[in-house]
């Protein structure tokens, strides 16, 4: 108690590297205020715009209150109705399709990331209960970067951020961490204070390139081969780290062949760099070790995402730079993430896996049986997903969609029924991170928001009710408590990892995992040789090349001349915190970037309305000049606020990734693999 406060500690669950902890002041059962947790050593005390608006989130007027029934799908006529009636409509058509087909397999889930918290997987869990349902499952995230660096490292590990203040050099590659991790931005202007160098490699001059050192502008996809070049020039200097090569790899000189065969005159065609920069960057990178390689999610969004991220691995290798004090190539840091029993996502059915990426074109294989149930939770697909306006014409075929959110979602207005979530300040939790090494909990700071529920209450009443109609339904173990479902997700060592005898001690503060800080020091790989692997038969096995060469990615055309990149937004988390008035004032509602030039050129003026358009149709909204970008490329940032029928995504096609069905089980998508062209749409007064 705290001036009448009572004060909680919670943890933000989005999609995000940070995983802020959060203080949660609450009187009379209502927030009051939510500010840092100065204890969580990572975060320390600071939360990005979103998180400091999160009250308005929690109490906003556009907060799902009650389930809701649609009368018509897409017809916006909504009726209350009770969870009885829910769990009548719901239970129902899932027994009607068990006795229809014998199966429970057109039962689809397709759940994502709205909320990362352990407690989430009893959806799955729910599903699992049924039988063998059909459950989209990858991600759009990171699968071909995971990949690539469990070909190289045989794992996905990454140094623990603070390591950034041991860096003499930082290169950001592909990542806008001043925007998408802005703890990590903070480090790394604090370790550019004490003197470290930072270099960014964007094709956008973002707001982390703008705080950089040096910035330099690359060509979509060009990576793989700039880092090539890189490695390329450092072997002919002379200056290749012998000693970690000789001892640490395997492979060398299988790609030191390849290397002479590549030239500096193609790395240069592909990534827009010329020769004398690759050689300045090279010498940067060799006379300043250690040097800490981020490599961000954005770069590996490119039919060639996984074969660049293995080259930048390899130029990571080569220097030496691997297992040691801010050194490192990092990408994601699964260390934590998978400490946990994940007991609900086991299962004995086979179930039907597809890939959760371009759901649109799954949909239209999935036949025998076809989908005639879909649950959507914690993902806001008709806006994230590609494809948009073919996955909607899909999604009418299935009979009959379930969303469970805190809000009206797109996604939700495709629903026949609605449910309304409640926001992890209204129940207990437990959030890993897949970034730093903090654990944290949720406490249950208020009662439920009106008759919200959380996604595991509403698995346990399903099963119930299903078990009420016909006894045997389903094996969801209802008797669980959050606190039992917490118990039975820590084992002994997870505890020890982070010092704790229970759990429930997170609520006095977040805890640090008391395990190596620094990735891959003991220089002993998870590889089947143990060893770097620069030749990879794992990766020859799945049909990829053995080596890190030069893989191009898909260029733009003639017809589409324009590369459309879709970035993640400050003031978003994807299509979140869009209902917030004071970010929806800052933030850039569909407006599409473009250098002055290109809209010279094509007769657009700032502010005007205009057409981005390929073969997959077209959306309008406002052009704005801006430098940041070249000429050759558009920008349109993902997630913001944007009119039905005029989605983003209608426009970016499903092609995949190179690679990632090897962590993820299904490859990542290829977002900025997109290309459009763009007029001015002339307005007729009538
Ligand atoms: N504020 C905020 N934070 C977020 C999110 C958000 O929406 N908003 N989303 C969360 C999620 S789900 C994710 S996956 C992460 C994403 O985090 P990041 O990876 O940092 O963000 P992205 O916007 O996906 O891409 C980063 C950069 O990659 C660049 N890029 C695109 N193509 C290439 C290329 O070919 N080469 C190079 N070198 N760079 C390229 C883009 O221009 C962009 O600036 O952030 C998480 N955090
Ligand atoms: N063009 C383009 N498209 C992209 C990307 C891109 O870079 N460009 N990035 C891709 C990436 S990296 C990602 S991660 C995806 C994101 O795809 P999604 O995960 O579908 O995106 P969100 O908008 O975060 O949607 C999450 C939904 O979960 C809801 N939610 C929050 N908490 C809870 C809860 O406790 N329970 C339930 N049931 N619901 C909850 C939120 O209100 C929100 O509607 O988008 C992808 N789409
Ligand atoms: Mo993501």
Not at 218 to 229: R, V
Not at 459 to 483: D, I, Q, R, T, Y
Not at 522 to 527: D, G, L, P, Y
Not at 558 to 582: A, C, G, V
Request: charged share 20%; net charge positive; glycine share 6%.
């Amino acid at each position: 108690m705290n001036n009448n406060y009572k004060v909680y500690r919670n943890t933000c669950p989005r999609n995000c590297y940070d995983t802020c902890g959060i203080l949660t002041y609450v009187k009379n059962n209502k927030i009051v205020k939510v500010t840092g947790d100065p204890s969580h050593g990572f975060t320390k005390g600071h939360l990005c715009s979103k998180g400091y608006n999160y009250i308005k989130m929690v109490y906003n007027k556009e907060r799902l209150k009650y389930p809701l029934r649609q009368k018509g799908r897409g017809s916006g006529i909504w009726e209350r109705i009770t969870w009885e009636q829910a769990l009548d409509m719901i239970c129902e058509k899932i027994l009607k399709i068990k006795e229809k087909y014998t199966s429970t397999l057109p039962i689809c889930l397709n759940k994502y990331s709205g909320n990362f918290g352990l407690l989430q997987t009893a959806v799955e869990g729910m599903f699992n209960s049924l039988g063998p349902t059909t459950q989209a499952i990858g991600s759009p995230c990171w699968s071909a970067g995971l990949d690539a660096q469990y070909y190289d490292f045989g794992g996905n590990f990454s140094s623990d951020p603070n390591e950034l203040l041991n860096a003499k050099l930082i290169v950001l590659w592909g990542a806008n961490p001043a925007w998408t991790s802005v703890h990590s931005f903070a480090m790394i202007t604090q370790a550019q204070e004490r003197g470290t160098k930072v270099v960014v490699i964007d094709p956008i001059y973002t707001q982390t390139a703008k705080k950089a050192d040096w910035y330099i502008q690359i060509k979509p996809g060009g990576d793989g081969s700039f880092a090539l070049a890189l490695i390329k020039i450092i072997n002919k200097m002379g200056k290749i780290d012998h000693n970690f090569i000789n001892n640490h790899t395997i492979g060398w000189e299988n790609f030191s062949r390849y290397l002479d065969t590549f030239s500096l005159e193609e790395a240069a065609e592909d990534s827009g760099q010329s020769i004398e920069i690759m050689e300045e960057l090279a010498e940067l990178i060799v006379n300043n070790s250690p040097c800490f390689f981020w490599v961000g999610f954005g770069l590996q969004r490119h039919a060639n995402g996984g074969q660049n991220v293995r080259a930048i691995d390899a130029l990571g290798a080569v220097t030496g730079n691997i297992g040691i004090s801010g050194g490192g190539v990092h990408y994601a840091n699964l260390k934590i993430w998978n400490m946990f029993n994940y007991s609900f996502l086991k299962t004995k059915h086979i179930n039907r896996y597809v890939n959760i990426n371009n759901f649109a074109a799954q949909l239209q294989k999935l036949q025998e049986p076809p989908i005639e149930m879909l649950w959507n939770s914690c993902r806001n697909l008709v806006r994230q997903d590609t494809n948009s306006t073919l996955l909607i014409e899909n999604m009418r075929k299935i009979d009959f969609i379930v969303t469970v959110d805190l809000f009206l979602t797109d996604t939700a207005c495709e629903s026949d029924l609605v449910l309304p979530a409640t926001t992890f300040f209204e129940n207990l939790d437990v959030v890993p991170s897949y970034w730093h090494t903090w654990l944290s909990i949720n406490e249950k700071a208020i009662t439920p928001y009106y008759e919200s529920k959380s996604d595991f209450e509403i698995a346990k009443m399903v099963s119930s009710k299903l078990n009420k109609l016909k006894p045997g339904s389903s094996n969801f173990p209802n008797h669980l408590s959050e606190e039992d479902f917490l118990d039975n997700e820590f084992s002994q060592e997870t505890y020890d990892s982070f010092g704790i005898k229970h759990w429930d001690e997170l609520r006095q503060g977040p805890k640090k995992y008391n395990g190596p800080s620094i990735a891959w020091k003991s220089k002993i790989f998870k590889t089947p040789s143990g060893k770097y692997e620069f030749f990879s038969n794992t990766a020859v096995l799945k049909g990829l090349p053995g080596l890190p060469i030069k893989k191009n990615t898909i260029s733009p055309n003639k017809k589409y001349p324009y590369w459309l990149l879709t970035p993640h937004y400050q003031h978003r988390l994807n299509s979140q915190f869009q209902h917030i008035d004071r970010l929806k004032k800052i933030c850039s509602d569909s407006i599409v970037y473009l250098n002055p030039v290109t809209a010279k050129n094509k007769h657009i003026k700032n502010g005007c309305i205009v057409k981005i358009y390929n073969e997959l149709g077209s959306i309008t909204c406002l052009a704005a000049y801006s430098e940041n970008v070249a000429q050759d490329t558009i920008i349109y940032f993902q997630g913001v606020n944007q009119k039905k029928n005029n989605m983003i995504n209608s426009i970016i096609k499903g092609i995949p990734t190179d690679m990632g069905e090897k962590t993820t089980d299904f490859p990542g998508m290829a977002f900025y693999d997109t290309h459009v062209n763009i007029e001015p749409v002339k307005i007729t007064r009538s």
